[in-house]
């Protein structure tokens, strides 16, 4: 079965309600605006990010000031743990795809927790593979499939992580740094998906109208 077509687990849904309890206790929760900077590429300070409500955009701006997406990250996922484990600097810039609230844990207190239970740290596991996995999948839709194609699937990978299933919040032009096209390109790419009545295009939006019927266009063209 395509992982695609799973309802696939956030790392909060994926702890008993107390765990869970306890992480967001510990947090402080941080409102940002839409658009507004959450974490900047280089910062140090260890520490781990669950979105709260609303959707964290992770990416890496270029030199030209373009910003390369690689993940939308929605309710319930956490963003940072790379800087507990690794002692890494962030490698990526992340903001507010809209009006966000953020649990922001310090790594101290994120770890005296994990050492306690250890079903934060399969949670933690079980994320990281998961997302492992997509990223696969959109590496291989960048490689082999044309751009109509390519862009849908990875909407439906983007779909997964940011828990926007109906109302996508995405820029065209985000999305076409992502895939490495040009603005006109992605363009004519999302009206073919709205002529075919997969999706709906609006202002920043993109509305994902049968995630099931693109999801079978994708694959009869990986066949």
């Not at 260890?46 to 929605?74: E, N």
């Not at 990978?157 to 076409?176: G, I, N, P, Y």
């Not at 073919?192 to 509305?207: H, N, P, V």
Request: charged share 20%.
């Amino acid at each position: 079965m395509d992982l695609l077509r799973v309802n696939t687990p956030n790392f909060l849904s994926q702890l008993s309600s107390p765990i869970a309890e306890q992480l967001k206790a510990a947090g402080r929760l941080v409102n940002y605006e839409d658009g507004q900077l959450i974490h900047s590429r280089g910062a140090a300070a260890p520490g781990i990010s669950i979105v709260a409500k609303g959707v964290a955009h992770v990416g890496v701006y270029g030199m030209d000031g373009k910003f390369v997406m690689t993940a939308i990250l929605g309710e319930g996922e956490c963003f940072g743990e790379f800087t507990l484990f690794t002692e890494l600097p962030r490698t990526h810039d992340v903001y507010a795809g809209q009006n966000t609230s953020v649990y922001q844990l310090t790594g101290q207190r994120f770890m005296q927790l994990y050492a306690q239970h250890t079903e934060i740290s399969q949670a933690l596991l079980t994320t990281t593979l998961l997302r492992s996995h997509l990223l696969l999948e959109m590496m291989d839709a960048i490689r082999r499939l044309p751009l109509p194609q390519r862009t849908a699937r990875i909407l439906l990978t983007m779909a997964k992580t940011s828990r926007q299933h109906h109302d996508f919040v995405c820029r065209q032009e985000e999305l076409a740094y992502t895939i490495g096209v040009s603005r006109v390109s992605i363009g004519k790419a999302l009206q073919t998906l709205q002529s075919l009545g997969f999706i709906r295009l609006g202002y920043r939006r993109i509305e994902l109208c049968d995630l099931d019927a693109m999801q079978s266009w994708v694959e009869a063209e990986l066949e």
